[in-house]
Every structure is written in structure tokens, then in C-alpha cells.
């Protein structure tokens, strides 16, 4: 990849001729253009025009991207989450971060009610299904579900005890729909 100049949006790149318009460009006329603040780069390999941001732009949650939740409201066919951060990126989301988990979306196995699988204040990894209009969310996937727990009685934290989850405050037992890495997760790593 060449890395070139700091560009203003609408300022002329190339042709479209010599290079196809990527992510930052649009195209007009035959004349690539700039659709933002940044340095143009030209990707040599695919022959494309692209313009890098020099600022840091919100994430826009989209379908497919991983993102930690927390639980806010359980109904018995959905569960309501605030997504919190998405996976892999360091910066702030833009647009709507209410989002919810149907029932059938929780588990490949059946689940009769959410509240049989997630509770008010759990951390979740979960996916984006779907953004537009509304954000819906699975955690069908092993990695996907509750990845932070705490005791509904004393709100301690649980910890994976086989295949359920226990207080180690009160002992209470406790079932939920858990990431593979259930309590093993590093928050850094996000």
C-alpha cells in the first residue's frame, strides 16, 4: 500500500480508469473523490483508492460484529441489553445501543422462557443479527452468553461449577446460557 497526502472530502484522487473507488471514495463521473478527512492510500494489490480517517469515527453497529451487553430487562419471550462496547474496537458506538434477544435466539437447545437463561445486570458476549430498524442480537454460538454472572439472592459473583453456576457468598445455584470462557475472560482482550 502507497500512503499519500492528507485530503478534504470532495478533492480529486484518480480516475476511475486507473483505480477502483474503495472505502472513503466515491466516484463521479469517472473521477474518484474523497468522502472524508485522510490520508489517501492506494491498495497496489487490488488497485484501489481508499481513504484512511485521521480521526477516530464511532462504531456503527452492523450485522455480524461482536459485542458485551448488559442484561437491563427480562421478558418471558425476549431479553432487553445496552450493548456496551463492540469487540475489537476502541471507540464509542454510534446510533441506538438497546437491543434485544428474542427467546429462540438465545440457545440452539430449546428455551421456554429467558428468564430461564439470563437475568437483570449479566454481562453477555453477543452478535449482532441484525441493526436496522431495530437491533437484535444472538447467543446461539458456544462463544456467545453470559460471560459475568452475579448470585440473584446477594448479587455476588457466580462462578462455573459443571454445568451451572453457584454463589460461593450464599450457595445458591443458578442456571444461564454461558460463553465457553465463562468467567475466564480477559476484559482487556476486548
Do not use: W
Request: hydrophobic share 35%.
Amino acid at each position: 500500500m502507497t500512503k499519500h497526502k492528507i485530503v478534504l472530502p470532495g478533492e480529486q484522487l484518480s480516475t476511475s480508469e486507473e483505480l477502483l473507488s474503495g472505502e472513503g471514495t466515491f466516484e463521479e463521473n469517472g473521477i474518484i473523490r474523497a468522502s472524508r478527512v485522510g490520508r489517501y492510500v492506494v491498495d497496489e494489490k487490488h488497485r484501489k483508492a481508499t481513504v484512511e480517517p485521521v480521526t477516530s469515527i464511532p462504531v456503527v453497529l452492523k450485522s455480524g460484529s461482536k459485542v458485551l451487553a448488559e442484561v437491563r430487562s427480562v421478558k418471558p419471550s425476549m431479553v432487553l441489553v445496552d450493548v456496551l462496547h463492540v469487540i475489537g474496537k476502541n471507540r464509542g458506538i454510534s446510533g441506538d445501543t438497546n437491543g434485544t434477544i428474542r427467546v429462540s435466539e438465545i440457545s440452539t437447545s430449546y428455551v421456554k422462557e429467558a428468564s430461564d437463561k439470563y437475568a437483570v445486570g449479566d454481562i453477555i458476549r453477543a452478535e449482532v443479527l441484525q441493526a436496522e430498524p431495530s437491533l437484535q442480537l444472538i447467543t446461539k454460538d458456544k462463544n456467545l452468553g453470559a460471560i459475568k454472572a452475579l448470585c440473584m439472592k446477594c448479587r455476588h459473583p457466580l462462578v462455573r461449577k459443571d454445568n451451572f453456576l453457584e454463589c460461593k457468598n450464599c450457595g445458591n445455584h443458578e442456571n444461564r446460557k454461558i460463553a465457553i470462557d465463562y468467567g475466564e475472560y480477559e476484559l482487556d482482550k476486548f
